[in-house]
Each structure stands twice: as C-alpha cells, then as structure tokens.
T-cell receptor, first 113, second 115 residues
Framework: DAKTTQPNSMESNEEEPVHLPCNHSTISGTDYIHWYRQLPSQGPEYVIHGLTSNVNNRMASLAIAEDRKSSTLILHRATLRDAAVYYCILTPLYTGANSKLTFGKGITLSVRP | DAGVTQSPTHLIKTRGQQVTLRCSPKSGHDTVSWYQQALGQGPQFIFQYYEEEERQRGNFPDRFSGHQFPNYSSELNVNALLLGDSALYLC??????????????FGSGTQLSVL
C-alpha cells in the first residue's frame, strides 16, 4: 500500500484557517485520498476524500496537487472543537477497500483560543 | 438515527481469558470492520465482515475471530488474552456501493484492559 507522510503536530489560532499537509509520493493513479480525524476519547470521524479534483464539504476542503503526490486539508475557520488527530490515508479503488484503512500516527492539531 | 454503537464501553479481563465485544452498525449499513488502537497509535485493521463472511483480514493472529449476524450486527472475539491485547477496539460500519467510494462511520470503542 502507498504510504503517507504527515508532520507530527501543528498549532493554530481559533477562527483562523488551518492547512494540514500530507505527502504521498508513491500514490497510484487509482488511489483515493481520505482524511479522517479523531477527537479525544472518540472513534475516528470521516472528514473528506477525493481522487483527482479539489473537494469541498461542510467540514473542510481538500486541495490535491496536480501530480497527486501531495494534498492539503483546509479547515477554513478553526474552532476549539477541531483540536484532534488528523489522518491522511490512501485507499485503492476496489469495492470494500475503504473498510481496510491503514492509519499512520496522523498529525495532532492544537487550537489556541 | 443512531450511529455505530459498541458494548461494553470498558472491560477488564485477566490473561488467558476470552472476551466478546459487540457492535451495531449505523442504520442502512451492511458492512462492519474492526480496528485495534493501542495508546498513542493509529487504529490497526483487524478484519471486515460483509454478508456474514470475513472478507478482508489484517495482520492479526487466529485468536481474533468475529461474526456478523443477519441484522448486520457483529461480534469480535479474542481468545487466550495477552497483556498486549490491551487497547481500544473500534467498530466501523459502511455501505458497500460497488465503486470503492465508501465512507466509514466509527463507534466510540470498547476499552479493553488485560491484567
């Protein structure tokens, strides 16, 4: 499986945008890019995913580099509730593949009031 | 609409014992996966159940087994518990759409402590 590389941690101020980077230089043409986050004492929560084009939803935006070797999760206005571990995960394109997620250590986001 | 529910929330067992953890998937979901999360680490995939059969399995020994029932709920069984089995066990559910575009919904987990 292709691997992802993320910084260990990042800090942000409340109500400011946050850009969380992820490198995946060995990504294949059919790998999806998923982001999940895990708040303290909870299970992981789906955030967003994409294949080639940038994606937006109510939680965040996903910017995918043209060569697909990196991506950035964008939280437009960080809140204290966004403090969590964020995981960038690649999954191959086959039915049921997204059940078998390979989590790394993720990036721990701290949000300052 | 209830999300993924797991029981119990906490459990304490002794080495060598057996444990059963339970999971009810989100309404409308047909697939259940189990993950183990050690302290300070990301979750690790144990196995996936779909149509009452184990479809995919991670790198876990045969001591870890599971079952899926006709109502899509699932159990995770661990035999001959070791101290190293102490972890948060997470259940996730999804609906197989056939295009690899599924999202996982996780429960809050069962914290297992083996003494």
């Amino acid at each position: 499986d292709a691997k992802t590389t993320q910084p260990n941690s990042m800090e942000s101020n409340e109500e400011e945008p946050v850009h969380l980077p992820c490198n995946h230089s060995t990504i294949s043409g059919t790998d999806y890019i998923h982001w999940y986050r895990q708040l303290p004492s909870q299970g992981p929560e789906y955030v967003i995913h994409g294949l080639t084009s940038n994606v937006n939803n109510r939680m965040a935006s996903l910017a995918i580099a043209e060569d697909r070797k990196s991506s950035t999760l964008i939280l437009h206005r960080a809140t204290l509730r966004d403090a969590a571990v964020y995981y960038c995960i690649l999954t191959p394109l086959y039915t049921g593949a997204n059940s078998k997620l390979t989590f790394g250590k993720g990036i721990t986001l701290s949000v300052r009031p | 609409d209830a999300g993924v529910t797991q029981s119990p929330t906490h459990l304490i067992k002794t080495r060598g014992q057996q444990v059963t953890l339970r999971c009810s998937p989100k309404s409308g979901h047909d697939t259940v996966s189990w993950y183990q999360q050690a302290l300070g680490q990301g979750p690790q995939f144990i196995f996936q159940y779909y149509e009452e059969e184990e479809r995919q399995r991670g790198n876990f020994p045969d001591r870890f087994s599971g079952h899926q029932f006709p109502n899509y709920s699932s159990e995770l069984n661990v035999n001959a518990l070791l101290l190293g089995d102490s972890a948060l066990y997470l259940c996730a559910s999804s609906f197989i759409q056939g295009d690899g575009d599924e999202k996982l919904f996780f429960g809050s987990g069962t914290q297992l402590s083996v003494l």
